[in-house]
């Protein structure tokens, strides 16, 4: 883990060899902290604020190979956010094999990725010290989760959060992708933010539930997006109605068609509807995505369909 320890070091915070993250503390123990800094440290990390803090609004500049930048979001955690992006990169790679494609987690706190598509390891680095992804499935994947101890737990602040965010972003060798699928993590902080400002984004997919409690969070995700000037593409009703296996009476556990109604409000459209069904979960679980795994289910179908959607509302490349 040498390399990453190096790779991750921003403003005195460091990854350890064990996979551990240090992070500088309230109260007195920070300034213990404070105190053992060097003169000469601690004017490197004042400056180096100051540097950050001078810049404001960062300049887009495109991810090198990359023709095309997809974001799924969700305002709120749990509502199958990073199930629907992993399954909607397969879907885009199923539709048409001739694409290349990438999938780029970026929740630094909670990267589910790495199980999902079932990789582990660290990233071999390049001739020109640029991580590559992992791949598996025929899709090229980078995440925190490759970086750090499974079960370790990434104890940031804002700045060092950043600082993995412009690493992920930059440092990373992709080499030509047609789409690269970006796991975003669930609000509208400084990730999304970051994430928005500093790459040119072709569009945004909003996924949630029918719940009135997660819509709400969903309707603040589309506007950041549209603040930020990324066109949303549309949403996905995730776990839109559950079918018993036994006597097929359907019954709406998170409520009935509340994404179409938010999209009427948002003037978008639905992408899509995904059943809450068992398989889906233990697809995701076990590392084999029901794209992959179970290509002809209804399941995976609807993702499928999402896709299609989705591509069909891109604009061309060379636009």
Known sequence: MGIWR???????????????????????????????????ESETLKQRRTQIMSRGLP???????????????????????????????????????????????????????????????NPELSQSNLMRPLLNYGIACMSMGFLVEENEPVVWRGLMVMSAIEKLLRQVDWGQLDYLVVDMPPGTGDVQLSVSQNIPITGAVIVSTPQDVALMDAHKGAEMFRKVHVPVLGLVQNMSVFQCPKCKHKTHIFGADGARKL?????????????LHLNIREASDTG????????????????????????????????
């Open 263 to 275: 999209a009427q409000t948002l003037g978008l459209e639905v992408l899509g509807d995904i059943p």
């Open 59 to 121: 300049k887009q500049k495109p991810i090198e190979g990359v023709k095309q930048v997809l974001v799924v979001a969700s305002g709120k955690g749990g509502v199958g956010k990073s199930t629907t992006a992993v399954n909607l990169a397969l879907a885009l790679a199923a539709n048409d094999s001739s694409k290349a494609i990438g999938l780029l987690d970026v929740d630094v706190y909670g990267p589910s990725i790495p199980k999902m598509m079932n990789l582990k390891g």
């Open 6 to 40: 190096r790779l991750l070091l921003f403003g005195g915070v460091s990854l350890r060899a064990g996979g551990g993250a240090t992070a500088p503390l309230g109260g007195s123990r920070a300034m213990v902290c404070r105190r053992q800094l060097s003169g000469a």
């Open 288 to 319: 084999q995505p029901i794209v992959f795994s179970q290509p002809e289910s209804d399941e995976a179908k609807a993702y499928l369909r999402i896709a299609v959607e989705v591509v069909r509302r891109l604009p061309s490349p060379s636009e």
